[in-house]
């Protein structure tokens, strides 16, 4: 059997990291319906080892930070969208639309870690966050979660006066496969004349095929990922994939692009795709920043409760979109 824990110390990770797989294996001996067949029991058993380990790891959100539920209407008939609202002398008038990770088949705006990490978030930047329960698949194959993202900024765009938003002031982002629909929906936006003001892209699943990268053949052991291949079929389904992009690596015009901050983690099999993206919008003449989290892994930049290195990777986030609200992103180096 494989020893993740050791084979994450020996590749150089955080002890916190360790500490965090260490509970992380020990959690999931108690959760045999995380493989299970059934998309809604294993989605069960990931929330409750998600909200377990986040409750033990992650730092608790700031309560005076206001959350309410939207039912968002879109082409396929509704979502729910979480509105983070910072405390109101704080606010800054700058709007982000939040797409959670989960690999396209699990996750939801309602884990405890997304819940801390936005809190924290709205109230430390002052920006208002809309966090977006998008379909999943295999339920729901590709493009329906993408469908879902663009019709929640459409629905924000149109909304953001009755939230004290500017239109032009919202931007995108996502965290691994949320930064997968994050990139695309910017991509969208542009080529619809939509207005948007960032992303932000975290350890995101820039390309489907991901295979062959140094990154996944180094620390693929290191992180759950599973199957490729079926993933990749959970995702995309049984038919032709609809619209003209299913990852970020496909879209060959990066120019005209809102300001990005990408981040990657270190031994994250998603690492070098990622930053192939990053180098790509930067080489288009997008204004980008980019920092790679060092001895941390594909989901463990959670860990603010323990980790330095996590709370850093906070603070870039809340830095970048202070930069935002103040309009001077434009300066990036």
Known sequence: MVNVPELARAAGAEPAVVDWLVALGEIAEGLPELQSPDPARRRHAALVLSDTLARRFTLTGD?????????????????????????????VGLGHLSLHGGGFT????????NDRLLRHRAAASGADIFAVDYRLAPEHPFPAGLEDCVDALRWLIDAAPRFGIAPDRIGVGGASAGGNLAALVAAHARDSGLPLDHQILEVPGASLHIDQDDSYQRFSTLSDFGDLTELRALYLGTGAPAGPWTAPAEITDLSGLPPALVLTAELDPLRDSGERYAARLADAGVPTRTWRAPGHLHGSVSLTGTSATAREWQHRVIDFLHARARRTAGALS
């Open 106 to 113: 699990l996750g939801s705006v309602q884990e405890v870690v």
């Open 63 to 91: 309560a005076q930070c206001t959350v309410s539920e939207h039912h968002v209407p879109t082409r396929a008939g509704s979502v729910t969208v979480l509105r983070y609202q910072p405390p109101g002398q704080d606010r």
